[in-house]
């Protein structure tokens, strides 16, 4: 009769109209079971959500058993409670599109203490994610220039991404100049004059103006120490590598899949277990490719009813 499973992860509505909002005199399990069973119920509904009258933002999540009836409303056969009121909260996000699952999962990773994070987002529409468990990515990236323009990226393509399950992401951005430990280099060149790099008392060069005084040490990563061996036939005094390729594996306390970029990577992805990497330019397309890779088939991470 009920083919859900109401413990698998991330359970969410492919489509919101699935879902249907009633105002309920009793939150009670058994109270919503004989409310409704054998009621009327247009034929796409699915999920109720029950609000409490009097106290709307207190709700339960309930399923729906149909008998497959092709009239535009049929009485359910059945009913059962997936979350009680005890485990769901009624969020209100005007700013939240209910068919991305990552807006649902950003919504509902502010109520951890719920399973069930119902969501009146956009266009007034309401649904729900059941059992919260998205993929969390971390986003490894160097600034400035600011904002980091990868994780920018990133957060383009998710607010688009309605093909993609629940994703969580979490940044971890290393500030280049912090680097720069004592003693301060009389001399700084950074790869270029766009990166807005600015360090007080440090006397900064370009390395894109191809200056005449190289510095006495180089901000950069191996593609701006190839650069400065083609400029002055000789390889910096001193490297500060800012490569996120080396601070991935100096950090232990980055784990799980991770997203970053390489000046080294020209077009395309590679892979190495859970880190993707892309071109330090890369287009929102490969960034888009990079989460799908990550995300894999969302199989056993994303229940769509």
């Known amino acids: 009769m ?50 409490l009258d009097g106290d709307p933002d207190r709700c339960a999540l309930v399923e729906l058993a149909r008998d497959g009836s092709d009239e535009l409303f049929s009485p359910a056969v059945a009913a059962r409670v997936l ?26 990773l502010q109520c951890p203490d719920r399973r069930c994070v119902v969501v009146e987002g956009r266009y007034r529409h309401v649904c729900f994610l059941l059992n919260v468990e998205p993929l969390r990515i971390t986003v490894v990236d160097v600034v400035p220039p600011e904002p980091s323009k990868l994780a920018d990226q990133v957060a383009r393509v998710l607010d688009f991404a309605e093909d993609l399950p629940p994703i969580a992401v979490q940044e971890r951005l ?38 005449s005084f190289a510095g006495s040490a180089l901000l950069g990563c191996e593609r701006s120490q190839q650069i400065h061996r083609w400029f002055y036939g000789t390889d910096p005094e001193q ?22 970029r390489c000046c080294l990577l020209d ?12 071109p330090w330019g890369a287009t929102l397309a490969e960034v888009r490719q990079a989460l799908v ?11 769509r009813t």
């Not at 005890?86 to 599109?97: K, P, T």
């Not at 990552?102 to 919504?107: C, F, G, N």
């Not at 077009?267 to 892309?278: A, S």
């Not at 890779?293 to 229940?303: E, K, R, Y």
Request: glycine fraction near 8%; charge should be negative.
């Open 174 to 211: 290393v500030d280049s100049r912090a680097l720069v430990t004592e003693p301060v280099p009389e001399g700084l060149i950074v790869p270029c004059r766009g990166a807005g790099i600015d360090i007080e008392g440090v006397d900064i060069s370009h390395l894109d103006q191809r200056p």
């Open 2 to 51: 009920f083919d859900l499973d109401p413990a698998s992860p991330n359970i969410m509505p492919s489509r919101y109209h699935q879902v249907s909002v009633a105002a309920v005199p009793s939150l009670a399990p058994d109270d919503l079971v004989a409310r409704f069973t054998g009621r009327e119920a247009y034929f796409r509904t699915r999920f109720v959500v029950a609000r």
């Open 293 to 303: 890779a990550l995300a894999g088939s969302g199989d056993g991470t994303w229940t």
């Open 83 to 108: 979350a009680t009121a005890e485990e769901c909260a009624y969020v209100h996000d005007e700013g939240a599109d209910l068919g991305i699952a990552s807006h649902l999962a950003r919504v509902a």
């Open 267 to 278: 077009e395309g992805l590679e892979r190495k277990g859970d880190t993707v990497m892309v």
């Open 239 to 260: 490297t500060i590598d800012w490569c996120p390729r080396r601070l991935i594996s100096a950090d232990e306390s980055v784990d799980g899949p991770i997203l970053s």
